[in-house]
């Protein structure tokens, strides 16, 4: 399977201010995911970016809170923007493992985002 | 609207057989994947089930009724390091994945 580098691993930030994550992978895959995991619950998926178009943004998360960017098939970015307490959580990326049909995803080891 | 019901946590004991199950409502069934989560850390692929039946994967099978809504996974010969969150998630008609809230699964010794 794919091997999925993110980074920052951790970060805390101030409240108003802006973290880009770095999400990087071994191999071309054509979707990759982003999701925030709040402490004790399940993963949300935030959007889906594919290479070359603009993200698909879940229910309840916007491009102007959550820019993203997937300027080729290995890499993408994540932009939290003017954060709050409220963002405070996991966030991971993820990708598919093959194409076609239903294939597992893999995730990144997140980033552990904490807004003071 | 879609949901997958899974228990909460769990406590089972070193060596023993434990079930998670999961019962899910979605628009669509492209399959039913598990996961594994460690504290603070990503979740990791365990199965995926698209048809009726059982899987096995060494100590760990996943069981699906698709008529039923309904999947477990069965753990065997449990030890320490099987202490984790275990998730459920399902694959829809468009392909998008519907997780579970995840059960937490404590093992005693």
């Known amino acids: 399977s794919a091997v999925i580098s993110q980074k920052p691993s951790r970060d805390i930030c101030q409240r108003g201010t802006s973290l880009t994550i770095q999400c990087q992978v071994d191999?071309?895959?054509?979707?990759m995911f982003w999701y925030r995991q709040q402490p004790g619950q399940s993963l949300t998926l935030i959007a889906t970016?594919?290479?070359?178009?603009?993200?698909?943004?879940e229910s309840g998360f916007v491009i102007d809170k959550f820019p993203i960017s997937r300027p080729n098939l290995t890499f993408s970015t994540l932009t939290v923007s003017n954060m709050s307490p409220e963002d405070s959580s996991i966030y991971l990326c993820?990708?598919?493992?093959?194409?076609?049909?239903?294939?597992?995803?893999?995730f990144g080891d997140g980033t552990r985002l904490s807004i003071l | 609207g879609q949901n997958i019901d899974q228990p909460t946590e769990m406590t089972a004991t070193e060596g023993a057989i434990v079930q998670i199950n999961c019962t899910y409502q979605?628009?669509?069934?492209?399959?039913l994947f598990w996961y594994q989560q460690h504290a603070g850390e990503a979740p990791t692929f365990l199965s995926y089930?698209?048809l009726d039946g059982l899987e096995e994967k060494g100590r760990f099978s996943s069981f699906l009724s698709r008529s039923k809504g309904y999947s477990y996974l069965l753990l065997k010969e449990l030890q320490m390091k099987d202490s984790a969150s275990y998730l459920c998630a399902v694959m829809d008609s468009n392909y998008q994945l519907i997780w579970g809230a995840g059960t937490k699964l404590i093992i005693k010794p």
């Open positions: 970016a594919n290479q070359g178009s603009e993200a698909t943004y």
């Open positions: 191999s071309q895959v054509t979707m």
């Open positions: 089930n698209v």
């Open positions: 993820s990708v598919e493992d093959g194409t076609g049909g239903s294939q597992p995803q893999h």
């Open positions: 979605t628009s669509g069934f492209n399959g």
